[in-house]
């Protein structure tokens, strides 16, 4: 039904995000988890397909996994798809035929809460540590962090190889200074390299070794 005029809330809201809640409302928005063989391209042909459907990429995310690669995104549709017509353009790419594919319809907003924004840039890198991932998600909910994106991979180096853990994050203003110490002094408990830097520099400093002779 096309409603005329303006609520109070609304006439209380900016302008820019009275279009943006319009256009969500309009749209429809679709989870895409593909899991398939890695190769040259593919993330050229799966996005240039996206775009030829008509999808508007929003927040995505790509990596390789071993000799497999991963593409997690939220793709909104401003004319509507089908989730099985989006699955038979998708799988009709080259190497999706056999992929591991969920499409599912995502109802929550794709525009990120305050908490979403990065703020921060850690890298924590050396020898692998179980349980080491496990020990920062739990340092950082005691300073009210929230962990916009975290990736973590083995890269060979030397006989055992070096474990790297990328992680950006929105720490709250006032618990910035207290959170990376800490996260300085655990990663010097475990003879480990820590970086930061903040993420409108986009730029992290030079590797600070830890706790290491």
């Given at each position: 039904m096309l409603r005329v005029g303006l609520s109070i809330q609304e006439k209380k809201r900016p302008e820019t995000l009275l279009a943006l809640d319009r256009?969500?409302?309009m749209t429809s928005s679709i989870l895409i988890s593909i899991i398939c063989p890695d190769r040259v391209g593919l993330l050229a042909d799966l996005t240039g397909r996206l775009f030829d459907l008509g999808a508007n990429l929003g927040d995505v995310t790509f990596?390789?996994?071993g000799e497999g690669a991963e593409f997690t995104g939220v793709c909104s549709f401003f004319n509507g798809i089908e989730l099985t017509s989006l699955e038979e353009e998708l799988r009709a790419v080259e190497g999706l035929q056999d992929a591991e594919m969920t499409l599912s319809r995502f109802t929550l907003?794709?525009?990120h809460a305050p908490s979403g924004r990065i703020t921060h840039r850690l890298v924590i890198s050396g020898g692998d540590r179980p349980?080491?991932?496990a020990r920062l998600c739990e340092l950082f909910v005691?300073?009210?962090v929230n962990i916009v994106r975290l990736n973590a991979e083995h890269v060979p180096d030397?006989?055992?190889g070096q474990y790297v853990i990328r992680i950006a994050a929105s720490i709250p203003t006032q618990s910035v200074?207290?959170?990376l110490a800490a996260v300085a002094n655990t990663a010097g408990e475990l003879g480990l390299n820590f970086e930061s830097g903040a993420a409108a520099q986009d730029q992290l400093s030079g590797p600070t070794p830890q706790g290491k002779s």
């Open positions: 256009f969500c409302a990596a390789v996994l907003s794709p525009v349980g080491l991932t005691q300073f009210k030397g006989a055992d200074q207290s959170c």
